[in-house]
């Protein structure tokens, strides 16, 4: 066995086990190796794993697999405890970074003397209408691509969705293309006004890699605020209540078919530093 000091984040409840590239080895750690970490009975447990490498003057790379041990491209949340991570180990500086992800270099800040970062991230194609038949309670659904595939579907009753069934026949969807999409489900808070800073909207994730829903998503978060602004049902910013109970923030100008000046402000909270030994 191999001990390897960790830390454990999360990000409005999407949680991720985290190491500092400086001690370990981004060869050392196959997919199995991966998958046995964020187990959540026999491992430390985690929606993913990322390792820091500075990369640098203030450059840091995350590297970041799913749960499955998968590699992913972007993970918006990940992002965020990686922006707190690099701060805390010293690796950059909190007042300002550039993340380099397998999606590309995102801006990135520490917010505060608590648990906030923001992450700034490039233009993109506004979410656009894609050929899936709607579910009962689906008002609308679009396709985008914020780091990875997203589906942004509005639903009537965020309660109702059967996450496992229809978040898991939506991933797969053919017109998601062979990698598939994390399928986000959102709505409107009931009585929510956006008063003094609430949050408006909610949403719920299946997320890829995963293979289940996750208490919260990023990029997802930013996929659906697009959609909403795109779709004429609010104005940009946007505030969402994650279900792991924590706000996410989306700022953007959409200009035609693009985005752009897209902001993402969540949490990045250190839960635990360890040593697993395995």
């Known amino acids: 066995m191999t001990a390897v000091v960790f830390h454990k984040l999360t990000g409005s409840g999407n949680d991720f086990v985290m190491l500092d590239g400086r001690t370990t080895n981004v060869d050392d750690w196959p997919t199995e190796r991966i998958a046995e970490i964020c187990d959540r009975r026999q491992g430390i447990g985690g929606d993913g794993l990322v390792i820091l490498d500075p990369a640098g003057p203030g450059l840091v790379r995350m590297t970041y697999w799913n749960s499955d041990g998968s ?5 918006g949340n990940a992002a965020l405890c990686s922006t707190r991570l690099a701060a805390a180990l010293e690796i950059a500086d909190p007042a300002g970074m550039t ?16 648990d906030h970062a923001e992450l700034n991230l490039p233009d993109v194609a506004v979410p656009r209408p894609v050929d899936i038949p709607l579910g009962p309670g689906e008002r609308s659904v679009r396709l985008g691509v914020v780091g990875v595939p997203h589906l942004a579907v509005e639903v ?13 026949e939506l991933r797969f969807h053919p017109a998601c293309g062979p990698e598939g999409a994390n399928a986000n489900f959102y709505s409107r808070i009931q009585g929510a006004t956006g008063a003094h ?30 959609a909403i602004a795109a779709l004429g049902l609010d104005e940009l910013p946007l505030r969402f209540l994650s279900t792991g109970g924590q706000i996410l923030s989306v700022s953007a100008r959409i200009d035609g078919d693009r985005a752009t000046d897209i902001w993402l402000a969540g949490q990045g909270r250190i839960v635990a530093r360890g040593v697993w030994r395995g």
Do not use: H, K, N, Q
């Open 197 to 226: 800073g609430s949050p408006t909207w909610s949403l719920r994730t299946y997320e890829r890699g995963v293979e289940g829903e996750t208490l919260s998503c990023g990029t997802g978060t930013v996929t659906c605020a697009l």
């Open 71 to 75: 590699l992913a491209a972007m993970c």
């Open 156 to 168: 009537d009753d965020l309660a109702a969705v059967d996450i496992d069934g229809r978040g898991r």
């Open 99 to 114: 993340l380099v992800t397998g999606a590309g270099s995102f801006p990135s800040r520490c917010v505060g003397e608590g």
